[in-house]
């Protein structure tokens, strides 16, 4: 059973960075597209960001681009996502899920506060 979990968040002033992680075990994510996706409060879970299997390909919301980058490590069945020039905005938790399927993982809060 595949299962994923999310690592690296936390509380960063405005301007920081974070790189958040996304682990699989019980199944090899070689062959899957990954996405990231966040919910603030009281708003709805929305895509941050996607890479495709081989990373060769990355997606981005208008809203991190230029500042977010996306990347995997297939020997390591992890994907990452290095969030720079972080802004109060960017509060959420924060999602992996294998593009396609209901597998989530159980979410990092990020928040972004002076």
């Known amino acids: 059973q595949l299962q994923l979990v999310e690592s690296g968040g936390g509380l960063v002033q405005p301007g920081g960075s974070l790189t958040l992680s996304c682990a699989a075990s019980?199944?090899?994510?070689?062959?899957?597209?990954i996405g990231w996706f966040r919910q603030a409060p009281g708003k709805e879970r929305e895509g941050v960001s996607c890479?495709?299997?081989?990373?060769?390909?990355?997606n981005y919301a208008d809203s991190v681009k230029g500042r977010f980058t996306v990347s995997r490590d297939n020997a390591k069945n992890t994907v990452y996502l290095q969030m720079n020039s972080l802004k109060p905005e960017d509060t959420a938790v924060y999602y992996c899920?294998?593009?396609?399927?209901?597998?989530w993982g159980q979410g990092t809060q990020v928040t972004v506060s002076s």
């Open positions: 899920n294998v593009l396609g399927t209901d597998y």
């Open positions: 019980g199944s090899t994510l070689d062959y899957y597209g």
């Open positions: 890479i495709s299997s081989s990373g060769s390909s990355t």
